[in-house]
Nanobody
Framework: QVQLVESGGGLAQPGGSLRLSCAAS????????MSWARQAPGKGLEWVSG????????FYADSVKGRFTISRDNAKNTVYLQMNSLKPEDTALYYC????????WGQGTQVTVSS
């Protein structure tokens, strides 16, 4: 079955960095685009970033452009989100997702940005 397991969240200071990972299994990872999304407390789900199956193109929400970088390692079935210059408004539960006829989500990893 499809499994997505996020890790790497935690507490960071404003201006700091975190690197999220999402380990995928149960499907041919190298054949599918992957995405990251987040949900801040009391707010709806926000798409953050996406990457093509071969990593040839990447996409970002305006709110994170220039600060976050998505990448993938198809040999390790893993997608990453490097988050730099973190802001308090980046505090959220971060999910990775894949569209396989329907959208599959991981359980999420919490990112808290606070001094």
């Amino acid at each position: 079955q499809v499994q997505l397991v996020e890790s790497g969240g935690g507490l960071a200071q404003p201006g700091g960095s975190l690197r999220l990972s999402c380990a995928a299994s149960g499907f041919t990872f190298s054949s599918y685009a992957m995405s990251w999304a987040r949900q801040a407390p009391g707010k709806g789900l926000e798409w953050v970033s996406g990457i093509y199956s071969d990593g040839s193109d990447t996409f970002y929400a305006d709110s994170v452009k220039g600060r976050f970088t998505i990448s993938r390692d198809n040999a390790k079935n893993t997608v990453y989100l490097q988050m730099n210059s973190l802001k308090p408004e980046d505090t959220a539960l971060y999910y990775c997702a894949v569209e396989l006829g329907r959208t599959y989500w991981g359980q999420g990893t919490q990112v808290t940005v606070s001094s």
